[in-house]
């Protein structure tokens, strides 16, 4: 007999399916969700009432449902709970070729404890070489040399087998081609030797993923449901931080749902005062926007979801390869520089975690999920100290930075203010009477019209005194004249930069600034703009590294060589016959930096006229005399998401709205008078459409933006 809570969780899943946008059923196939809900139906009449009224809504046959009796009520829950295990197979194929991966992740999150660990072969995940106990008293260090150890063993065995021998073998050789097919060559062997890799249990932490769930999954529903995602994909935060709103990564990815700095501000403000990836539900509406992103340039949910990992450029790179759905071939032969282990397993992971997602009760009995947190919401009527609110809420301090996990700790330190207009949240048992009226007494005092202004800046490997000037809405100039600096380009890691609001340095501290060694920053990355005063607090939230997800290490890797563009579907690679499709915000001059040759060089190499522009879309070849192909291309690269991190700090997408084309409208006008979208943008949301030439009656899909407080 299902518990209260299965029963509570089986209704959840039959409303937010029945209500799905997609195909209008629900899309969950466990046993335990069936049971629920048909004894529901049987016996409880309230509940019945309620399921009633969902399939009311959905199917639009009131009188005939109202005549039915109770069995015949569950009878029709039954059929689409049974028609929507065929729409999940549609929505998530899992090709029987894929069922090996999938079964050792369910493995990994299921049956391995987080005190022990596999090795494997990192191409075929059912060749399993050993497992190995990990005590929790060892060191992550320890635990490395412990894997490393066995690993090397493994490879000897492995070489000595690929050498040819096959008699008189050793128990481990034995033992260890014993887990091959018959006949397997040699070549086979000495590749699998280099290919040994220690995955670490997830079971416990998947449980405590499971429970941490019931906080969100209302709301993950909600959202998901208003923006066109399948429910489903709740479960990759299973993958992604086992639910835990605190996990940090050393790459900077933060939150729930794992979002990287870059692609965390598309959708949502991220800066030294608020870190919305932090704030799972403002992160579950941008993890939502992501991949209904995502689908739209796929158009299906494995690839939008390899994406979500990989980057759309690069998924989409793997489609035209091998085909849209060719899902095996991608992840099994696709040579992406940048598709290693994590991205090859994304999706699989994902299936495996939705697996066990679904059917918890029959991987962890007994699992009990947190309820939601019964929240009260109001926006912020002023700029308010923390301090001053929490004395006027009757709320500890401690009670506010819990509820609110987006605030830095700028907020708690009292360098900055909550900012006006902050959506707050706290439960309402904590609470003596309505947020709002609590709200609406804050005295006069406690009370203001403006941000408190940043004083320093810290200098970041990567920095430039433009970008500082452009980040903090001044000159570059004063900037020099404010630090006594000789040089507006030269400034080095680490240099307290002294901004206007802080005023003129003391005579003793300028002249102290300009006998110091100065050192070009390189730019590689663009700042956060930090004050000096907070540099210590925000170090320790950032340095504190929870490891978040299944493939932490692999993913750590990949996202270090990626360009933090994993939403920008542009193509910034160079073909084989050495010519790259020109983007927004190119010019020939671009292309010779990068090159390090003379733009005429190009001129001639394409027929180019002196003086002639480039066209967005235009094919153009490249002299690699004297930079390599890895060198430019991480050149252009760079470059773009340069700019789009900046535009990214005052602009954050909150939707997307779709315009057909009428006779004599320019997409150049619509995108920037009508919509206020820049043409690079529009050109990522329409990554198929011809700017130049494009026919009345075609619908595109134009970003809806806000602006973002400058701090």
């Excluded at 409303?15 to 946008?21: D, F, I, N, T």
């Excluded at 309230?46 to 569950?74: C, H, P, Q, W």
């Excluded at 998924?315 to 940048?338: C, E, H, P, S, W």
């Excluded at 002023?382 to 907020?411: C, F, M, W």
């Amino acid at each position: 007999m299902p518990s209260q809570t299965g029963q509570y969780r089986g209704a959840q899943k039959l409303e937010s399916g029945l209500r799905s946008p997609v195909m209008g059923a629900a899309v969950y196939s466990d046993v335990a969700s069936l049971q629920c809900v048909l004894a529901m139906a049987g016996r409880n009449s309230v509940l019945s009432d309620a399921l009633m009224d969902v399939l009311i809504d959905v199917t639009g046959y009131a009188n005939e449902l109202a005549k039915m009796t109770n069995f015949r009520r569950y009878v029709m829950v039954l059929l689409l709970l049974l028609g929507s295990s065929a729409i999940a197979d549609e929505l998530f194929p899992q090709p029987a070729e894929l069922q090996p991966d999938v079964d050792f992740w369910i493995a990994i999150f299921t049956e391995i404890s987080i005190d022990e660990g596999v090795l494997h072969d990192n191409r075929d995940l059912a060749i399993i070489y050993d497992r190995l106990a990990m005590p929790a008293e060892l060191s992550r260090k320890q635990r490395q040399r412990r894997a490393a150890a066995r690993r090397k063993q493994i490879q000897a065995a492995l070489r000595v087998l690929a050498s040819g021998k096959r008699e008189q073998l050793s128990e481990e050789e034995a033992r260890i081609l014993a887990l091959w097919p018959a006949g397997v060559g040699n070549d086979t062997l000495a590749a699998a030797a280099k290919r040994i890799r220690y995955q670490q249990g997830l079971q416990e932490r998947f449980r405590d993923g499971l429970r941490r769930s019931g906080r969100w999954r209302a709301y993950i529903n909600e959202q998901f449901t208003a923006l066109g995602v399948p429910t489903e994909i709740a479960a990759l935060p299973h993958v992604e931080s086992s639910y835990n709103p605190d996990a940090r990564s050393h790459v900077g990815a933060s939150g729930i749902w794992q979002f990287t700095r870059s692609t965390g501000r598309r959708f949502m403000r991220v800066d030294h005062v608020i870190d919305a990836r932090n704030d799972p539900f403002a992160a579950t509406r941008a993890a939502g926007q992501l991949l209904a992103h995502n689908y739209s340039l796929t158009g299906n949910w494995p690839m939008a979801i390899t994406a979500y990992n990989h980057g759309l450029a690069g998924a989409r790179r793997a489609m035209r390869q091998f085909g849209d759905t060719a899902y095996v071939d991608i992840l099994r032969n696709y040579k992406g520089r940048t598709f290693g282990f994590a991205s090859r397993n994304f999706y699989v992971a994902f299936l495996a975690a939705k697996e066990v997602d679904q059917n918890a009760e029959r991987y962890f009995p007994g699992v009990q999920y947190e309820p939601p947190v019964d929240y009260s919401i109001a926006s912020l009527p002023a700029y308010v100290p923390a301090a001053d609110l929490s004395l006027a809420l009757g709320v500890s301090e401690a009670q506010l930075r819990k509820h609110n996990p987006g605030l830095r700790a700028t907020i708690w330190q009292g360098s900055k203010r909550i900012p006006k207009g902050y959506p707050l949240r706290l439960p309402n048992d904590a609470l003596r009477e309505p947020l709002a009226t609590k709200m609406a007494a804050l005295t006069a005092d406690s009370t203001f019209n403006k941000q408190l202004p940043d004083l320093f800046h810290t200098v970041a490997r990567g920095d430039t005194l433009s970008q500082i000037a452009t980040a903090y809405d001044t000159r570059v100039s004063t900037l020099v004249m404010l630090n006594g600096l000789s040089s507006s380009h030269r400034i080095r890691a680490g240099q307290r930069i002294r901004l206007p609001a802080a005023g003129p340095a003391p005579t003793a501290t300028v002249a102290a600034a300009a006998t110091q060694p100065e050192v070009v920053v390189a730019p590689v990355v663009v700042p956060e703009p930090i004050a000096a005063a907070d540099a210590e607090a925000l170090a320790s939230e950032e340095i504190g590294e929870v490891t978040p997800g299944a493939m932490a290490d692999d993913l750590a890797a990949t996202v270090s060589a990626l360009p933090a563009l994993l939403s920008d579907p542009s193509d910034y690679t160079i073909a084989a016959d050495n010519s790259i499709e020109v983007q927004p915000l190119e010019t020939l001059g671009h292309f010779g930096d990068w090159l390090e040759i003379k733009t005429q060089r190009l001129r001639d190499l394409n027929g180019l006229r002196f003086g002639s522009s480039l066209v967005v879309g235009q094919r153009i070849k490249l002299d690699l005399g004297k930079v390599d192909v890895a060198a430019f291309e991480r050149r252009r690269i760079d470059y773009h998401r340069r700019q789009q991190d900046q535009y990214f700090r005052l602009h954050v997408i909150t939707a997307v709205t779709e315009h057909t084309i009428r006779r004599g409208e320019s997409i150049w006008i619509l995108a920037l008078r009508r919509y206020g979208v820049p043409l690079w943008l529009f050109r990522q949301y329409n990554p198929g459409v011809d700017v130049q030439q494009i026919s009345p009656g075609t619908t595109v899909r134009f970003p809806v933006l806000a602006d973002v407080e400058r701090s």
